[in-house]
């Protein structure tokens, strides 16, 4: 989404910084991906005043103006300038480049003769100044500055372009006012359209009429697709002139990235990018019956849409029709049988919420986007639409004339009112982690447009139209958080009640593939899982974001070879970078999923320090061994390298001999100055949970017997509990080592070990003899296996 800096002055009503706009709304959750300078390079452009208009001695088409170019322009006295535009006349003000000013796109002007007369700068037309396409006259300004203006001083041409990374569930953010509104909330003030140049005020609303037909000023409406297009305003000027749009205008259009064309459709785009509604303009003459019908495609339907595209439509399709065939695809685009155009007097516009699914699946399947259906098929402002309507009508009646003989109709079958969502100030300091006061939940909310009022413990809040996103109580303690601002939240560890619950084995073993990988010196990394198509088991994705990214990865190390590439375009040429995530193969059904991890090496073994004289060596091919040997052994244990199939690398092979992992040279387009690039990439083999058996708690006592053995030298405390175990039987619940003596009454060399030895039956209460057969048997095994014998004292 592109925003101008001037256009949120003119709706907030005051200077605007660009770099403070970065920050501000990086804070509110939407970050700045670019900032665009508009009409900067405008700096040695002045306002000069022709004085007087002479034909050229030596060519018919060229005039000699004499200039006051003021005192900005090396100068106090007029000058002389030579000039083939058809439209200088003299007293009026035009742009002036004098010698030595450079224009848009690099050329500097230079004092010189133009057929036996010397010129000294350029008058200057509006293609030459980069605004706009016409270069037929120099452009005519109308302003009041005196001569040697600079011009962005005089016309405010100066702007900037935010591009906005704005996410699908927030659709308000898609206009100017949607974005002025959230940096009101945080800068303070409050957000007014600006006035449009000789609109006049049409106060009344036009009243609801809950049926699905209608007329205004003879043209028939029928709404009869009620799912697709719950609401639908259509309205009736007369008598318009169109033609091109006032500059304000078209410069208001030219600073979002949109192309002027004429001032009907430029009124109807400038409120699209004013208030996020979409709006359409019939030619009334075009229309038959007249009519407008709202209705479900008919299946094989044929239209020819405004980029001259024939098109098929099916049944799952809204239709915007006149009395015998369809003339638009409903939020999508229209067709060139009703478009607006120079010999067009009588027009209708129409204004329509269209439901986003159906318009998200019409244009998938046409293949067709625009500007109107990207907003469409995130939700508009349904309640919000009377107002749009009406500012259309003043912004066409100022721009093109015309006449509004009857007030729209609106066709709203079946009336929604404001959703309410009720929010506990509890629950607010419960999921943010601190307290925060009714009053300020209130006037945060309210900042944005919601309407909150106290009912008992709660807030019944009144969801805007404009924010679709909001239907849970989760949602509005985003909001407070959000715009109270995440840095106001203390940063310090609360408590908390740690979980019992252990990872999930996946995450254990991705945890244990990062801790090696790290400490051998490899930044992770995480790249798109889209790409292109990577062998025959790769799956297409069905709406792709672009060409190059329509198919699910096979395999992660195309990826991290890209951004091996990039870091090359950045002249960095020592890279070690890994990746834990999802591949993808196509399947029988759905597409199987599996865990891999990859890597690649490229430049210098290890940092180079200051304090050596020699190069460091680039990493070899036992470089890459050694790190494919490492993640071989943390994602799949018990896997062993072998030479690979192709003679190239190595395999790294499970058990049965499946192979699991490659790692080797990578063929690859490297600059002279950077070194071979290795990777590896193995699949990542996560064992099953070691399940926790129950066992209840006993309810017979134990027995518990202390037994002191001599162990010879070499004989382990280990392999004699293992013996104790095997010939004890079940009866013997648990062993604890308590004491270990050398000495008196010890064989020398040997050493005495002490153990508690527990013994329990869980069905009943043992005896004594019960204990000592298992202990008698389990002592003539050490002694016959082990020498092991028991003390005596």
Excluded at 386 to 409: K, Q, T
Aim: proline share 8%; aromatic share 4%.
């Amino acid at each position: 989404m592109i925003v101008s800096r001037r256009w949120l002055e003119a709706l907030l009503g005051r200077p605007l910084d660009p770099r403070e706009l970065e920050q501000r709304l990086a804070q509110l959750g939407v970050p700045v991906e670019a900032i665009v300078p508009l009409h900067q390079d405008l700096g040695d452009i002045l306002v000069a005043q022709v004085l007087e208009v002479q034909k050229h001695p030596n060519a018919d088409r060229l005039t000699v103006c004499s200039v006051d170019r003021g005192g900005g322009g090396g100068g106090g006295s007029p000058v002389a300038v030579v000039c083939g535009a058809p439209n200088v006349q003299a007293g009026k003000k035009y742009p002036y480049a004098p010698v030595g000013a450079v224009l848009p796109g690099g050329l500097k002007l230079e004092r010189k003769k133009i057929r036996g007369v010397e010129s000294n700068g350029m008058l200057c037309s509006a293609k030459e100044l980069g605004l706009g396409e016409d270069h037929a006259g120099i452009l005519e300004l109308d302003t009041p500055a005196a001569p040697g203006t600079r011009l962005l001083d005089a016309v405010p041409l100066a702007d900037h372009q935010l591009v906005l990374e704005v996410t699908a569930n927030r659709p308000d953010l898609l206009c100017h006012k949607g974005v002025a509104r959230e940096l009101a909330a945080v800068l303070g003030g409050t957000v007014k359209l600006p006035p449009i140049p000789g609109a006049k005020s049409l106060s009344d609303r036009p009243p609801v009429r809950q049926s699905d037909r209608g007329e205004v000023d003879g043209v028939e409406l029928r709404l009869e697709d009620t799912e697709g297009c719950p609401r639908y305003i259509a309205a009736v000027i007369r008598g318009v002139r169109v033609g091109a749009s006032p500059a304000w205008l078209a410069e208001r259009l030219r600073a979002v990235g949109q192309r002027p064309i004429n001032n009907v459709v430029d009124a109807t785009n400038y409120i699209l990018f004013e208030l996020n509604q979409p709006l359409h303009a019939f030619d009334l003459r075009k229309l038959r019956g007249p009519a407008v019908v709202i209705r479900r495609a008919r299946s094989g339907e044929r239209i020819v849409t405004l980029d001259g595209v024939p098109r098929t439509l099916t049944a799952d399709m809204t239709a915007i029709s006149d009395a015998e065939r369809p003339t638009i695809v409903a939020g999508v685009m229209g067709s060139a049988d009703s478009e607006v155009s120079e010999a067009t007097t009588d027009l209708v516009l129409e204004c329509a919420y269209f439901q986003p699914t159906r318009i998200r699946r019409t244009r998938r399947a046409l293949d067709l986007s625009s500007e109107s259906s990207y907003r469409f098929e995130r939700g508009i402002d349904l309640l919000g639409m009377p107002d749009a309507m009406r500012r259309a009508i003043e912004l066409i009646l100022a721009v093109a004339g015309g006449e509004l003989r009857e007030p729209p109709l609106d066709l709203w079958p079946r009336p929604e009112q404001p959703r309410a969502v009720f929010l506990r100030p509890a629950r607010v300091a419960h999921l943010l982690g601190t307290e925060i006061p009714r009053a300020e939940i209130e006037r945060l909310l309210s900042s944005v447009g919601f309407v909150a009022a106290p009912k008992d413990e709660r807030l019944a809040v009144q969801v805007p139209g404009w924010r679709p996103d909001v239907t849970r109580d989760v949602d509005l303690i985003e909001e407070v958080a959000r715009l109270r601002g995440y840095d106001s939240f203390p940063d310090e560890l609360r408590r908390y009640r740690p979980g019992t619950v252990p990872d999930a084995p996946e995450e254990r073993a991705k945890a244990r593939v990062r801790a090696a990988l790290a400490g051998a010196g490899l930044f992770e990394a995480r790249t798109m899982s889209l790409g292109p198509a990577d062998g025959p088991e790769a799956v297409a994705v069905l709406n792709p974001l672009s060409a190059e990214e329509a198919h699910l990865r096979v395999r992660i190390l195309p990826g991290l070879v890209r951004r091996v590439q990039h870091n090359w375009a950045g002249s960095v040429r020592d890279v070690r970078l890994f990746e834990v995530g999802a591949v993808f193969r196509a399947g029988t059904g759905a597409p199987e999923e599996s865990l891999s991890v990859a890597g690649v090496l490229t430049g210098a073994r290890r940092p180079p320090h200051w304090s050596e004289g020699a190069k460091v060596p680039d990493m070899d091919i036992w470089d890459l061994k050694h790190h494919f040997e490492l993640a071989v052994g943390v994602a799949a244990p018990g896997s062993q390298l072998r030479p690979g199939a192709d003679g190239a690398g190595w395999d790294a092979a499970a058990g049965a001999g499946q192979v699991v992992g490659w790692g080797g040279a990578i063929d690859v387009d490297i600059p002279k100055w950077a070194a071979p690039v290795y990777g590896f990439e193995v699949r990542l083999v996560v064992g099953a949970a070691k399940l926790v058996a129950y066992r209840p708690v006993p309810v017979t006592p134990p027995v518990t017997v202390d037994l002191a053995l001599v162990l010879p030298a070499g004989v382990s405390a280990g392999v004699v509990e293992s013996v104790l175990r095997r010939e004890a039987g079940p009866l013997l619940e648990r062993l604890e080592i308590f004491d270990e003596y050398r000495g008196a009454g010890v064989p020398a060399g040997a050493r005495s070990v002490a153990w508690h030895c527990v013994f329990r039956d869980p069905a009943r209460t043992l005896r004594v003899e019960d204990v000592e057969r298992p202990l008698a048997k389990a002592l003539g095994a050490l002694e016959g296996e082990l020498d092991v014998r028991r003390r005596e004292s």
